[in-house]
Nanobody, 123 residues
Framework: QVQLVESGGGLVQAGGSLRLSCAVS???????MGWFRQAPGKEREFVTAINWSGRTTDYVDSVKGRFTISRDNAKNTGYLQMDSLKPEDTAVYYC?????????????????WGQGTQVTVSS
């Protein structure tokens, strides 16, 4: 009964910042946490991922240098810090977990998903 609960979305002006949180519960260990986003009419796309220890990260080029993924395993919580936001970052953001601990950008490799949180960046 693994559950992911995402929070922290909202409306922000271009150049601003938001911090998303993903609280994980249930019996899952040594998992990869990923963040994906989906805009209306578009496919869900990979944003970033972090391995079980937090020592390895992966970012899509469009967010590199602006977004920072992290995790606090003692709190069973992952984070996505988003700085220098752009209107093209507007989307529903989802956190996800891969119980197999793979560093992957593939949507179907992640077994557990949060409910999504809306991020809107105005120009």
């Amino acid at each position: 009964q693994v559950q992911l609960v995402e929070s922290g979305g909202g409306l922000v002006q271009a150049g601003g910042s938001l911090r998303l949180s993903c609280a994980v519960s249930g019996r899952i260990f040594l998992y990869t946490m990923g963040w994906f986003r989906q805009a209306p009419g578009k496919e869900r796309e990979f944003v970033t991922a972090i391995n079980w220890s937090g020592r390895t990260t992966d970012y899509v080029d469009s967010v590199k240098g602006r977004f920072t993924i992290s995790r606090d395993n003692a709190k069973n919580t992952g984070y996505l810090q988003m700085d220098s936001l752009k209107p093209e970052d507007t989307a529903v953001y989802y956190c996800a977990a891969d119980r197999n601990g793979r560093m992957t950008r593939t949507v179907d490799d992640y077994e557990y998903w949060g409910q999504g949180t809306q991020v809107t960046v105005s120009s």
